[in-house]
């Protein structure tokens, strides 16, 4: 299986602050790489696939990039609705799998 | 407007089974691959099963030959089926859905609320 490793963990951010979560593929994914937002007791919410694609009805403050096996989510201002937990995906191989998730708290 | 709606979880004893069911709403599931995935408690969210809208089927190693998806077109419905159930199991169940795209696949762009599996004695 593709093993997807995200970090940090956590991060501790202001309202205002760039945030930068990076994600990385144990193999080659060709950019089928997703991102989510999670709040509790929700469902997952789409906000990138293809690497870099936004996802329709987005928020701009959130681009995504690739170089290689190394992806990279940015929060080009964070505000208040931002805090959540983010997850990345891959979708190049069956088992598709995830990140462990990067929790983005309140500083 | 898009919906999808699970319905089937619960509280069953290890070796159990139990059927899950997706209904979908506001499109043809039947031209969209439909996914089901799981997270447990703390635990980071895992892809369980696919069916695609061509009838190819896939399952983690985790569930391969205890789970089965399966699709009613008539009903616009989705199913897994899991039996031999494990307190490994134990998880909120989500049905999403995959876009055919011209370049690929959009993964999971909408999803259900999730239903909840517990298995225990």
């Known amino acids: 299986d593709i093993q997807m490793t995200q970090s940090p963990s956590t991060l501790s951010a202001s309202v205002g602050d760039r945030v930068t979560i990076t994600c990385r593929a144990s193999?080659?994914?060709?950019?089928?790489l997703a991102w989510y937002q999670q709040k509790p007791g929700k469902a997952p919410k789409l906000l990138i696939h293809?690497?870099?694609s936004l996802q329709s009805g987005v928020s701009r403050s959130f681009s995504g990039s690739a170089s290689g096996t190394e992806f990279t989510l940015t929060i080009t201002s964070l505000q208040p609705d931002d805090f959540a937990t983010y997850y990345c995906q891959q979708y190049d191989t069956y088992p598709w799998t995830f990140g462990q998730g990067t929790k983005v708290e309140i500083k | 407007e898009v919906q999808l709606v699970e319905s089937g979880g619960g509280l069953i004893q290890p070796g159990g089974s139990l059927r899950l069911s997706c209904a979908a709403s506001g499109f043809l599931a039947r031209g969209y691959h439909m996914t089901w995935l799981r997270q447990a408690p703390g635990k980071r969210l895992e892809w369980v099963s696919a069916?695609?809208?061509?009838?190819?089927?896939y399952y983690a190693e985790s569930v391969k030959g205890r789970f089965t998806i399966s699709r009613d077109n008539s009903k616009n419905t989705v199913y897994l089926q899991m039996n031999s159930l494990r307190a490994e199991d134990t998880a909120i169940y989500s049905c999403?859905?995959?876009?055919?795209?011209?370049?690929?696949?959009?993964?999971?762009?909408?999803w259900g609320q999730g239903v909840l599996v517990t298995v225990s004695s």
């Open positions: 999403a859905r995959v876009v055919p795209d011209d370049s690929g696949w959009i993964p999971f762009d909408y």
């Open positions: 193999q080659s994914i060709n950019r089928w």
């Open positions: 293809k690497a870099s």
């Open positions: 069916t695609h809208s061509g009838g190819t089927t």
